[in-house]
């Protein structure tokens, strides 16, 4: 039976806690075994979270130690995927950008604020995990992200909707949800879900659904690989000086 943490908290506008219990009952069909916390100690145990499959952050502008980022992505190097959505993941801890670099984005504007109608473009070729999912349009915060140019877009939506001193620029196709790889981890992003009913859409649950079963492969998949790959002169040394 694999074995997923669901660390919730941060923000209550973005309905942690309701979010939280969306990905377990996602997770409880899929019969993995589930811990869910409230509080970001549930990384301290850097050796607990080796043994997971999945972590899966539903946590909004908080602080992080440096202790425990070190321990999620040794986590994750090692094989355990990481999975999110919206400012759950890729605007968990602001000052930090070791977290940025694994989970591959940070945001930093949504023009119009909640209410925007946008359209969600799926990217057919791209990925089995949007397989059969059309272009949808949804009523939420339109996400501006800076992203790791390394990910793989599974979806785009396009900049400018709304006005504001952006809109000047060349039209953008910026990415809603994509993968990446951290080590021998997989890491899955959505940009959706500024509040639960967005992540309770059927398509936006099918996308979600996809992308935590998806990262949770990873440890099966290439768990269990050289670390030293990641690690001193052949490759990413660790953590830098984010707070």
């Not at 915060?141 to 979806?155: G, I, K, R, S, T």
């Amino acid at each position: 039976m694999k074995k997923a943490l669901i660390v919730w908290g941060g923000w209550d506008g973005h309905e942690p806690e309701q979010v939280a219990g969306i990905f377990a009952g996602l997770l409880r069909e899929a019969k993995f075994d589930i811990e869910v916390s409230d509080t970001l100690n549930a990384f301290n145990d850097g050796e607990n979270l080796k043994g997971l499959d999945l972590i899966v952050p539903v946590w909004t502008m908080g602080d992080i130690s440096k202790e425990q980022v070190a321990n999620v992505s040794e986590a994750v190097q090692g094989g355990t995927g990481i999975a999110g959505c919206h400012g759950g993941m890729c605007d968990s801890f602001r000052n930090n950008v070791d977290w940025q670099f694994m989970t591959g984005g940070q945001w930093v504007a949504h023009p119009g604020n909640d209410g925007v109608e946008y359209l969600v473009e799926i990217k057919q070729s791209s990925s089995p995990l949007v397989e059969g999912i059309q272009d949808f349009k949804v009523v939420s915060e339109q996400y501006y992200l800076h992203v790791d140019p390394a990910v793989e877009v599974l979806a785009t939506t396009r900049f400018p909707v709304v006005s504001g001193p952006h809109v000047l620029n060349k039209a953008v196709d910026m990415p809603v949800a994509w993968t990446k790889r951290w080590g021998y981890g997989r890491v899955y992003y959505n940009s959706l879900g500024h509040h639960a009913d967005i992540v309770d859409m059927p398509q936006v649950k099918e996308m979600m659904r996809r992308g935590l079963l998806w990262a949770a492969e990873g440890k099966t998949l290439y768990g269990g690989g050289d670390l030293k790959l990641f690690s001193g002169e052949q490759g990413y040394t660790g953590m830098g000086d984010s707070q």
